[in-house]
């Protein structure tokens, strides 16, 4: 009888930890284009946990695009991006850095006072997926916050964003806890690397011909490409019938 309690208890523990481990496994996001104007297949269809309460994508009858801007520092393309979108009277969420924060005020005053999202990116900008204790979650995502209010007065949106699209289940269980809703994207493109900057002509081609229903556009506003053509896609998009929503719309229309 002794032998066999040892066993069972054995297996308990090898199950919770095997349990453990899928849990804080990485996961990369990604999504794979189905054609000309239609829905991405997200994460090859694969059923994960906890993603349900996360952003994405909007419902398929969605003729909506939430634009949302990753920006780690500040640039000349920064403040045209803003204002672009002054112009078109369009709010979007912006997923800032420590950096930005403390060093681009003419930035981040216009960003939060404008009716932007001044959201969560995190303090680092490290592998949140290798946080497998929820304290230590915690403080890489309220380092951030503190010293947003700290310095502006403001009170950061929790929304949050991991960078390069790195999470675990762990990840979306902490954030479910917390009270944090994780945001990832249904469109991005290689804009961000300053020195290598996509073609103008050719990136307009590529977002055009991804427009869909319900669209989560990753931009980083730091790109001058991103800055030069922002005004003309912004154009085309409403031409084709599509408004421009907030991350707050997308969260009650998907969520509730």
């Known amino acids: ?10 297996l308990v523990m090898l199950t919770l930890s095997g349990n453990a481990r899928a849990d ?31 952003l994405f994508i909007g419902n398929e009858d969605d003729k909506t695009v939430y634009l949302t801007f990753d920006a780690g520092y500040s640039n000349e393309n920064v403040e045209k991006t803003l204002d672009i979108l002054k112009k078109h ?23 939060a006072y404008e009716g932007h999202l ?6 680092s900008h490290g ?16 380092g951030i916050e503190t010293l947003y209010n700290e310095t502006y007065g403001l009170e950061m949106k929790k929304y949050f964003r991991p960078p390069e699209g790195a999470f675990s289940q762990q990840t ?7 009270g944090y809703t994780p945001v990832f994207w ?53 031409s084709r019938g599509y408004s421009f929503g907030t991350l707050d719309e997308l969260k009650e229309r998907t969520i509730g």
Not at 1 to 10: R, S
Not at 127 to 142: C, H, P, Q, V, W
Not at 218 to 238: F, G, M
């Open 24 to 54: 804080s496994e990485r996961i990369n996001w990604h999504y794979k284009t189905s054609g000309a104007n239609k829905r991405p297949n997200i994460l090859s269809g694969k059923a994960i946990n906890g993603l349900e309460n996360a």
């Open 118 to 123: 001044g959201c969560n990116h995190t303090t």
């Open 89 to 111: 009277d369009i709010k979007a969420a912006f997923f800032i850095l420590p950096g930005i924060i403390k060093n681009s005020e003419s930035v981040v005053k216009p960003l």
């Open 127 to 142: 592998d949140m997926s290798k946080i497998t204790d929820i304290e230590a979650f915690k403080r890489e995502l309220g």
């Open 172 to 178: 979306l269980e902490f954030c479910e806890e917390l």
């Open 186 to 238: 249904s469109f991005a493109y290689a804009d961000w690397d300053n020195s290598k900057q996509p073609n103008p002509e050719k990136a307009k081609e590529k977002i055009f011909s991804q427009l869909h229903n319900g669209m989560v556009m990753l931009l980083h506003p730091t790109s001058k490409t991103n800055a030069d053509i922002l005004d003309d896609v912004i154009t085309e998009i409403k």
């Open 1 to 10: 009888m002794k032998t066999k309690l040892i066993a069972v208890l054995l």
